[in-house]
């Protein structure tokens, strides 16, 4: 606690001893990752410390309810923090705002949120929906890091097949804004985040299908899928990482993949079907599939 604490003790040395005892408890909270209880005390004591020492406990409160995923308090707290900052100086108060704002749809504070961060190019209205690039997402809860596409500062939607059924290929994620590690594929580096939220569930079941196949034949049968804006994904493919090797920076190797291989498809069952059956009817001699079934 003492990092936290040295923040705002020489700002609270004059305040009444009820404010400092009350900051402390707060911080005491903090420090034992008690989320809820943290925020209440943090915004309950806020308005009454000195200015110097507010920005801090403002920022902290409203952190504290972002960790235990109470958006509606993030929100209100994460408003009050951003007035003891600068606009467009990349102060983290305006990211977990825009992340409050942007998991309840209040896109009007969102927008303003990522502005005030200093990304201008999203002014405008509704919702945002551009195309920030690839990056990668460690879905909370089962720990698996995906690939996917950044829709804006703080969300992203999965473009592979997650290795748990219990997630989707399509789902929108709202993910933190600090990366912890990096995956490298060929001359492509980018980050990975932590996802903090689900955004939007994929109505896209995942599918388990057995084929029988060499490197090239997969091949065309990724690319079939992926010009349909399908999901494919060779279960060999998967590699188990340690906590701590899964946030530092890994590279992944290209390898090929032949003969009995265990898939995992996004798409109706009717079109996987009949991709499959155009796929082993190129060649019937070395391609095929069997048991096509939910996962």
């Known amino acids: 606690m003492l990092s936290r604490l040295a923040r705002w003790f020489n700002p609270l040395r004059s305040a009444d001893r009820d404010v400092v005892v009350a900051v402390a408890h ?75 704002a942007t998991v309840l749809h209040d896109w009007e504070t969102a927008r303003d949120a990522w502005i005030g ?15 920030l690039g690839p990056a990668c997402i460690r879905l909370a809860d089962v720990e698996e890091v995906v690939w996917a596409v950044r829709l804006c500062p703080t969300r992203a939607r999965v ?20 990366p912890s590690g990096s995956r490298t594929f060929g ?7 932590d996802e903090v939220a689900l955004f939007a569930p994929s109505p896209t079941a995942t599918l388990s299908v057995l084929v029988t196949a060499g490197a090239d034949d997969l091949s065309s049968l990724a690319a079939s899928f992926a010009g349909r804006k399908f999901g494919f994904e060779i279960l060999a493919s998967r590699v188990d990482l340690c906590a701590c090797c899964s946030r530092s920076s890994i590279v992944q190797e290209p390898r090929d993949f032949a003969g009995e291989q265990q898939l995992f498809l996004a798409a109706p069952e009717p079109d996987a079907q009949t991709l499959l059956t155009a796929w082993s009817a190129e060649h019937p001699t070395t391609r095929s599939w069997t048991n096509l079934h939910p996962a």
């Not at 961060?117 to 195309?131: H, M, Q, R, S, V």
Request: glycine share 8%.
């Open 187 to 193: 001359e492509m580096t980018v980050p990975v985040f």
């Open 117 to 131: 961060y200093g990304l201008a190019p999203f002014a405008g209205t509704g919702e945002i929906d551009a195309d």
């Open 26 to 100: 707060g911080y005491e909270a903090f420090e034992a990752e008690d989320w809820p209880r943290a925020g209440d005390l943090l915004a309950a004591v806020a308005p009454r410390v000195p200015r110097r020492a507010a920005k801090a406990v403002w920022f902290d409160a409203a952190l504290a309810f972002k960790f235990a995923r109470d958006w509606p308090r993030a929100l209100e707290t994460g408003k009050t923090a951003v007035t003891f900052v600068k606009r467009g100086a990349e102060e983290p108060a305006f990211w977990n705002l825009g992340t409050a």
């Open 159 to 178: 473009i592979n097949v997650p290795f748990d059924p219990s997630r989707r290929f399509g789902e929108v994620v709202v993910h933190d804004g600090a």
